[in-house]
């Protein structure tokens, strides 16, 4: 048995020992004892009386489900992390994970694994790999009926090792082994208006080149954040870029850190970005922007439009409101989320254990003017003061929401290496859904109406025209801007 098993098994009597040890040691436990207690006596009486004896994994999981239960039910953004998912959220963070750089899907028909695209610039995209490609083994286990998860496991690992994939193609006669070694595939939060066609690792930047219109979407707020921002932003300066639409529409925040930089990216030395708040009054902190860090100088004359809708939350929200207070940016789009809460991660064992952690609202922020965020935090006597308020907003229906999604799919979809797909590589597909049916009629053109409206602002203010905010004027949903 591994030693981890026989570790876990030792907890339950464990727990029950020390519950003794609590009921008897001392003649009135306090608080900490009574419920400690609590849970041992629980744990007694399913161990004792349950119809059936429970299994390690499943103690495991009662374990863990009364603790995310009860974490839970005093914040919703609190979480204990297991091993797997510690991993998991550290590869998020950090903005990378090993494996071979295949987006995953399942073929319906046949129930195999299917490639829905390779990722530009990684292994499997530099051994040929193309989009629908099934993958029918991994290593010599079948993956019929196998679900995303359970392949995910096998197929990423340690950058260096190997993995073997069996592919099927439509028009080869059989099919093909591919060994692939694992590399360090980037998850990039920054991405631009298309693929270049010449390179599909590589972005267009403009919205309108004429005008000098540069565009970055940002998807999340990772370590690769404002390397990439940066990046992009002298991309479209060296462009003769004018101006920028800074796209963080369903984007759900990340690191504060990153946020912090960002914003930073725009702001000038010294201006306020986000003030955090905890238990402890006198740990009040307030960050604010370094000096020689700001780009798209002079601001004045650098119009920048942040598009946000409801999605948009937490690091999003930091961007967002201090590009706003300080009079930095327009915001355009929808009203976000409402999350002004700060989690950190506490990990749990002894010096240098790594098996699990938990994730913890420690803080509260609040936006340069003082302002409220927290929609939970709202004041009784301002009842509207949470989130960020569009200077612009367009509200967008359900069906424009759908299509935008199914848009944004697209772009980021690529069919494989240029010199492995041959002279006529195939279109991006429309996602289907569980029906078979596409989730969209795209054969309709579509007007993505906040980003008209980030434009128009845009070119208004380069035109010499001043866009005062005002109160926030709202475009009824399917309404030209």
């Known amino acids: 048995m591994p030693l981890r098993n026989l570790a876990w098994l030792l907890v339950v009597p464990a727990l029950f020992a020390l519950g003794l040890a609590l009921c008897y040691s001392a003649p009135r436990p306090d608080n900490d004892y009574s419920r400690v207690r609590q849970v ?32 839970q039910k005093i914040d919703r953004h609190s979480v204990y992390l297991n091993a797997a998912l510690l991993k998991q959220f550290e590869a998020d963070n950090e903005g990378s994970f090993g494996g071979v750089g295949i987006v995953l899907g399942i073929d319906p028909a046949t129930k195999f694994l299917m490639v829905s695209y390779p990722m530009p610039g990684t292994p499997a995209y530099d051994a040929g790999v193309l989009a629908n490609d099934l993958i029918v083994k991994v290593g010599d286990k079948s993956t019929e009926n196998m679900t995303i998860p359970e392949t995910r496991k096998v197929i990423t690992g340690e950058p260096g090792t190997k993995v073997k994939l069996t592919t099927r193609r439509a028009g080869r006669a059989t099919d093909e082994v591919v060994e692939l070694t694992r590399g360090r595939i980037p998850q990039h939060p920054v991405t631009g208006v298309r693929r270049r066609a010449d390179d599909p690792s590589k972005w267009e930047w403009f919205l309108d080149r004429a005008a000098g219109i540069g565009y970055v979407r940002v998807s999340t707020f990772n370590e690769l954040t404002t390397k990439e921002l940066r990046a992009a932003i002298d991309e479209i300066e060296k462009g003769g870029g004018k101006a920028l639409v800074l796209d963080m529409r369903d984007n759900g925040g990340g690191l504060l850190s990153q946020a912090v930089d960002v914003a930073n990216t725009f702001l000038p030395g010294g201006a306020t970005v986000v003030s955090t708040r905890g238990r402890d009054p006198e740990r009040t902190r307030t960050f604010k922007a370094e000096s020689g860090r700001e780009l798209l100088r002079p601001a004045d004359q650098r119009p920048v439009v942040v598009l946000v809708n409801g999605e948009s939350a937490s690091a999003t929200e930091i961007v967002a409101s201090a ?59 301002k009842p509207d003061e949470w989130g960020v308020k569009p200077d612009i907003e367009v509200v967008t229906t359900k069906e424009e929401k759908l299509r935008a999604d199914v848009e944004l799919f697209k772009v980021q979809w690529v069919a494989g290496k240029p010199s492995a797909m041959g002279p006529n590589p195939p279109p991006p597909p429309t996602p289907k859904g569980a029906d078979g049916k596409p989730l969209v009629d795209d054969s309709k053109p579509f007007e993505d109406r906040q980003l008209k409206a980030a434009v128009d602002a845009i070119k208004k203010k380069l035109g010499g025209a001043e866009v005062v905010p005002q109160a926030p004027r709202r475009l009824p949903a399917g309404a030209a801007s």
């Open 40 to 71: 041992v006596d629980v744990m007694a009486e399913v161990d004792a009386n349950f119809y059936r004896k429970l299994t390690d994994d499943e103690w495991k999981e009662f374990v863990e489900s009364m603790i995310n239960g009860g974490l």
């Open 323 to 381: 590009l706003q207070d300080n009079k930095r940016a327009l915001v355009a789009g929808e009203r976000t989320y409402g999350k002004g809460s700060v989690q950190k991660l506490y990990r749990l064992g002894g010096e240098g254990e790594r098996e699990a952690a938990v994730k913890l609202t420690s803080e509260t922020y609040w936006r340069p003017s003082g302002l409220n965020m927290d929609k939970l935090l709202t004041p009784k006597d």
